[in-house]
């Protein structure tokens, strides 16, 4: 296994210079165009259309798990790296990419992150080797990480006031169509082709956006920033120092973590526990993340009423029914009531993303692109950790474990909450 492990590192290593080498290169030739006034609708189309590409990255292939365990004839916490991995990366590059983004524009380093994309997603269709497999997911979360903090700039830099806000409280909403269609069209693959073609899929999802982009969208960035490590060190160091804004992402976290412990966990449960097809585990995927969009809506259609008070309310009726989940199973177990708990508690989940994404990507408008960047980076470097940490304490075995899982991350709300309390006067503006 070590040398194994020495080589996927040598790979993640040399892919890694590569990515750095490619976009130093194309830096310099690609000239940055911009917008054109009658292309401004459609690029702004496409800007919420690459929204949901983390998305797609993680939920599409969720149902094939199970099949590529005895493909690559691994163990289902080796697979269930590949969406560690992918979440490590996406969250380290959104740290550093922010300052790139500010710097050297938005337009091409997104282009240059597509082809990438499609690349590894390519490479990893035709391997065997679930090693190289997790050096391409490495490449995966660079290279979302990548466009999804210009996507989201691309919002500030073009957007002020109340339209600002209004596109910002549907970034939630536009990201929740991915685990929406991604499991329940990746479980039909499953089935039809095997887990190779989520991956062929990821390759011309990524293709059509990349040709789109080319011909309709352009540099959104009108005043580029010095790129100055000294000064971007100070940015950097004034938006974590920001108690409102780190403990807003912290619960940014603990509600998506809700979402990647069933991600991780649920096709075990459903396709060895209870022993239905991979096309239910999409089907199911699919439901919860309606789920994850519903609390968007509310969220949304809720945020002119006071912040404070409407997080408290969600917090206490999602600790309600993670405690009902854990009364009511035990007597009635099936696939209905475990869907019908975790769609209730990521609904809940899907409201306090929304709040509070929306909360800390307004907070620092000057300097989005690393805003943007330190909100998503530090947000999925939490999630990778804690969601792996929780799944090893408390292995896809059945729902039990599940609402073990779902009780530990509401518990660590609350508590954050509690310190939230005394931040009141932050928390106000939003």
């Keep these: 296994m070590r040398p194994r492990f020495a080589l996927f590192i040598t ?19 690609l000239t940055p165009k911009p917008i054109k006034q009658q292309n401004q609708g459609i690029a702004t189309v496409l800007a919420f259309a690459l929204l949901p590409l983390s998305g797609f990255a993680t939920d599409i292939y969720i149902p094939s798990l199970p099949s590529m365990a005895a493909s690559l004839k ?6 269930q790296f590949t969406l560690t991995l992918f979440l490590i990366s996406y969250g380290f590059g959104q740290l550093f990419i922010g300052s790139l983004l500010d710097s050297f524009g938005r337009y091409k380093i997104s282009l240059i992150s597509l082809v990438l994309f499609v690349l590894a997603s390519l490479v990893i269709a035709s391997t065997e080797s679930v090693y ?23 919002f500030i830099d073009m957007f002020t006031g109340d339209k600002l806000k209004h596109y910002l409280s549907m970034f939630s909403i536009i990201w929740s169509t991915g685990p929406i269609v991604a499991p329940f069209v990746g479980g039909y693959f499953e089935v039809a082709f095997g887990w190779k073609s989520n991956f ?9 956006l990349f040709v789109l982009e080319v011909l309709y969208s352009g540099e959104s960035l009108q005043h580029f920033s010095e790129f100055a ?60 993340g309606f789920a994850w969009m519903v609390g968007g809506l509310v969220g949304k259609a809720t945020i002119n009423r006071p912040f404070f008070g ?42 306090t993303f929304n709040n509070f994404f929306t909360f800390c990507l307004s907070r620092f408008p000057k300097n989005a692109g690393i805003a ?16 792996y940490s929780v799944v090893a304490a408390l292995p896809a075995n059945d729902w039990h474990n599940l609402a073990l899982s779902y009780l530990s991350m509401v518990v660590l709300s609350v508590l954050v909450m509690l310190v939230l309390r005394s931040k009141r006067d932050g928390l106000a503006a939003a």
């Design 200 to 208: 062929y899929f990821l390759a011309l999802f990524g293709a059509i």
């Design 74 to 79: 691994a163990s289902s916490i080796q697979v």
């Design 372 to 387: 943007s960047g330190l909100t998503g980076g530090i947000n999925y470097v939490i999630i990778s950790f804690l969601s």
């Design 132 to 154: 190289l497999i997790y050096a391409m997911r490495i490449v995966h979360g660079l290279t979302v990480a990548a466009i999804i903090v210009a996507k989201r700039a691309y």
């Design 229 to 288: 490590i000294k000064k971007i060190t100070s940015i950097y160091a004034s938006m974590i120092t920001t108690a409102s804004f780190t403990l807003g992402i912290v619960m940014l976290a603990l509600a998506y973590g809700m979402v990647m412990v069933y991600n991780m966990t649920g096709p075990f449960i459903i396709e060895h526990a209870l022993h239905l097809s991979p096309i239910v585990s999409g089907y199911s995927s699919l439901v919860l």
């Design 310 to 351: 409407r997080m408290v309310v969600n917090i206490v009726v999602q600790v309600i029914f993670v405690i009902a989940m854990l009364v009511v199973m035990p007597h009635l177990s099936n696939l209905y009531t475990l869907i019908l708990f975790a769609f209730l508690i990521h609904v809940a989940a899907g409201f």
């Design 11 to 29: 790979l993640a290593a040399a892919l890694l210079t590569v990515y750095i080498i490619t976009f130093t290169m194309f830096s310099t030739i």
